[in-house]
């Protein structure tokens, strides 16, 4: 099985640029989440999808960040304009559904550095 | 006060010893729980997950889960070095889809 593939693995990039990340989750996943995990810290959960809906994106700071699911397979996230505080690892992860064992599958990451 | 909290640790354990980490979450309508580990530079990957009260076993790990006290935790019996990552709690709270949210993490360290 194919796992929870991401693009680029690393990108650095000046403040007030533009990046855009792309995840393709496991196949026949319908939950996609897209965390941001800053050095040090636990995975902050930035926006979670159902097929190509939005769950939560309680913690998506909308004024830059932006993500779609059109179609409810792969996903992009985008910054527009990057912060020096939007360095971080971006994680994106899938689950199938169901509540109890729903267990979440990463990607690799990207890393993303800000200057 | 935070959704899932853990002690940020690090802790140190002797190599052979029991390592224990906690953990306690704030939701009271979560449904799942969850042990991830994350080596240095790499993704989280899950452990043991557990959804009702009491233990549950997998080798060296053990998860116990006390929803009245809204605590969770797992004991890693006869720590290796290989064990030395951070570890994140994770919860799946019900919120429209069951969001999965994380710990901080507790940093783990055993001494050969």
């Known amino acids: 099985e194919a796992g929870v593939a991401q693009s680029p693995r690393y990108k650095i990039i000046e403040k007030r640029q533009s990046v855009a990340f792309w995840c393709n989750p496991i196949?026949?996943?319908?939950?996609l989440y897209w965390y941001q995990q800053i050095l040090g810290q636990g995975p902050k959960l930035l926006i979670q999808?159902?097929?190509?809906?939005?769950?939560?994106d309680s913690q998506l700071p909308k004024d830059r960040f932006s993500a779609e699911r059109l179609k409810g397979v792969d996903s992009t996230l985008k910054i527009q304009p990057a912060k020096l505080e939007d360095s971080a690892v971006y994680l994106c992860?899938?689950?199938?559904?169901?509540?109890?064992?729903?267990?979440?599958?990463f990607g690799q990451g990207t890393r993303l550095t800000v200057v | 006060q935070k959704e899932v909290e853990q002690n940020s640790g690090p802790l140190s354990v002797p190599e052979g010893a029991i390592a224990s980490l906690n953990c306690t979450y704030s939701?009271?309508?979560?449904?799942?729980f969850f042990w991830y580990r994350q080596y240095s530079g790499k993704s989280p990957e899950l452990i043991m997950f557990?959804?009702?009260?009491g233990d549950k076993e997998d080798g060296r790990f053990t998860a116990q889960l006390n929803k009245a006290s809204q605590y969770v935790s797992l004991l890693i019996r006869d720590s290796q070095p290989s064990d030395s990552a951070t570890y994140l709690c994770?919860?799946?709270?019900?919120?429209?889809?069951?969001?999965?949210?994380f710990g901080a993490g507790t940093r783990l360290f055993v001494k050969a």
């Open positions: 999808f159902q097929n190509n809906g939005v769950v939560d």
């Open positions: 939701d009271r309508g979560s449904q799942s």
């Open positions: 557990i959804y009702s009260n």
């Open positions: 992860a899938s689950s199938g559904m169901g509540h109890l064992n729903t267990e979440a599958f």
């Open positions: 994770a919860v799946n709270e019900k919120a429209g889809g069951f969001k999965t949210i």
């Open positions: 196949s026949g996943h319908a939950t």
